[in-house]
Nanobody, 117 residues
Framework: QVQLVESGGGLVQPGGSLRLSCAASGSIFGFSAMGWYRQAPGKQRELVAHITSGDSTNYADSVKGRFTISRDNAKNTVYLQMNSLKPEDTAVYYC???????????WGQGTQVTVSS
């Protein structure tokens, strides 16, 4: 059973930066991808960014050029560097790990990111 520990959320001013971290416990067998999702009140949970076992990345159009996802395989940790933050980035951010081609998914508890003056 995989447990995900998220950190790095908080309150920042527009234009500021945050770095989110997500550490997965133990070795990840059948690893497919790790990523970040977010959900704002009244909105669907959406994919922000993910990185696959082959280190390919994908970003939501709204964050391209501002966010960068990376992974440390040895530490089973994924990072999300968020720059030039906007108020519309305000949401709860959830870490996700996919195993076995997505047949198994694990979710973190979420970390709040608030962008406000």
């Amino acid at each position: 059973q995989v447990q995900l520990v998220e950190s790095g959320g908080g309150l920042v001013q527009p234009g500021g930066s945050l770095r989110l971290s997500c550490a997965a416990s133990g070795s990840i067998f059948g690893f497919s991808a790790m990523g970040w999702y977010r959900q704002a009140p009244g909105k669907q949970r959406e994919l922000v960014a993910h990185i696959t076992s082959g280190d390919s990345t994908n970003y939501a159009d709204s964050v391209k050029g501002r966010f960068t996802i990376s992974r440390d395989n040895a530490k089973n940790t994924v990072y999300l560097q968020m720059n030039s933050l906007k108020p519309e980035d305000t949401a709860v951010y959830y870490c996700n790990v996919q195993q076995w081609g997505g047949q198994v998914n694990y979710w973190g508890q979420g970390t709040q990111v608030t962008v406000s003056s």
